[in-house]
């Protein structure tokens, strides 16, 4: 029989991963901060609870992708949280993406209950989520990883067991500064060429038939060259996700000096934007260096 | 009948795109500094002169790809130099990566003399030019473009016109500051996840299953895993290049914090580097800060 799935936090990932679970014939409880974004869901065969508890009183395996730590901390170990509903033997998986730390925290506090646990961020964005084909990162112990995989196997086209509980973390991280470092390499180079007088559609054609062609630029640059900004991965987010990579490099001791240089662009549009954006909006920073 | 060519620069770019030019039945006439580097030519029917100024006389199309500008302004202006040989109606191809600046300068010096000019940097590496699969950034008139596309198509996949004299060196620039992010990307992810406890390894099956995969990612992995680092782009031209960038985006008044940062990083590993090494080097920078 399919173990029951709970899921908390119905954001632009969370809303996807669900629908695919439905139509993979998981009984599927929901819980979100927001309980209007469940409204789909529910037609589609969800059921939606008023508190985390709740989901989680209701689920073999309850996984969470919620927004930052602090939500991470909340859904856990707030009032009505899934610590006071999660059965010993279910399953805990986080895929929001957090410390390491955090993620050790959380696997210790599920292991004083006897439940199991995992880190498993993805990567794949909203596009990833809605295909079912994101990629997973997952830290944690190889037999709970092999009782979910029915789960992630309708959400995603592969997953990487990286190390115990915060490894999945450590590489999400790593991933993200990748990410961002990319997207700021190619508004670095679009601003460049821009202002040496040739259209960045240009360079944009070169790009994508040289060795720096990758697909997150393939999808970011159109979003540089129309100065159009809706949000696949927002901005706000891999902000913080940069910020989390950074704090994590400077208790390791490790010097990321374009990382760092990069967070700065990303903070200063963030800190600019009073709208929703995507990451791709750090070429909004030369709009405003140009005066544009 | 096919224009007789001459090739000046046999480093590991010139040496495969002239023996891609013999392939295909072109009449090649060559000098290089240090001339031993045409032997392997001379067996394959390239005739070897003693001066860029015969190089220049014996040809209807001069290319010349050498390492930086002063070798650009030796080879053109100096003793025995191009332009003391080159004929009215003959033209120049600069495959070099110099700056906009130069090229609009060589331009306005081949204009004096009646000699067409196009600056013509490639990108694709030592790969690209042994398959004679280059790409081409092209600036000049399109006239004289569609004169020499039978060479180009002996060496390169693809060329892109874009723009007048210097237009090709200012995408080169913006591509090769792209090239040099994304590799200080993956290097800043590697040593965060490896002080993170996971192995680098992991990191790169990830990123290969990613958005972020890129082809000069999955070459430039394998020698940040290995801590190996032979020359095929070598560091000493990446640094060269980076900095015409960074001066470039200077004299337009362009901010570029991130590619500003890995300057930095790609100067240390060349300040300490006794052996030619490439640009992948720049791995280095975390094995001294570890203290390895």
Chains 1, 2 share one sequence.
Request: hydrophobic share 50%; net charge positive; aromatic share 6%.
């Amino acid at each position: 029989m399919k173990p029951s799935v709970g899921l908390i936090g119905l954001g632009l990932m969370g809303r996807p991963i669900a629908a695919n679970l439905l139509k993979k014939g998981f009984s599927l409880t929901v819980w979100n901060r927001t309980a209007s974004r469940a409204q789909d869901l529910v037609s589609q065969g969800a059921r939606l609870v008023a508190t985390p508890h709740e989901a989680a009183a209701a689920s073999d395996v309850l996984i969470m992708i919620v927004s930052d730590p602090p939500a991470v901390e909340q859904v856990l170990w707030g009032e009505k949280g899934a610590f006071s509903g999660l059965r010993r033997g279910s399953v805990l998986v986080d895929s929001s993406t957090v410390s390491p730390e955090l993620a050790r925290r959380s696997a210790a506090a599920c292991a004083e209950r006897g439940i199991e646990y995992l880190d498993a961020p993805v990567t794949g964005g909203t596009w990833g989520a809605e295909k079912g084909e994101l990629v997973m990162m997952v830290g944690g112990a190889a037999e709970t990883l092999k009782r979910v995989e029915p789960i992630f196997g309708a959400i995603a086209k592969r997953w990487f067991h990286l190390g115990p509980a915060g490894a999945g973390q450590t590489v999400k991280l790593a991933m993200n500064l990748l990410l961002a470092l990319e997207v700021e390499a190619l508004a670095e180079a679009l601003a460049l060429t821009t202002a040496g007088g040739v259209a960045g559609e240009r360079l944009v054609e070169v790009m994508q038939s040289s060795m720096g062609r990758a697909p997150v630029l393939d999808v970011k640059a159109p979003l540089l060259l129309e100065r159009k900004y809706p949000p696949s991965f927002p901005l706000r987010l891999m902000h913080k996700d940069l910020a989390l990579a950074l704090d994590l490099a400077k208790q390791l001791g490790v010097s990321l000096p374009a990382g760092s240089a990069a967070r700065d662009v990303y903070a200063k549009i963030l800190n600019s934007a009073r709208e929703d954006l995507d990451y791709a909006a750090i070429g909004r920073y030369w709009d405003k260096a140009a005066g544009a």
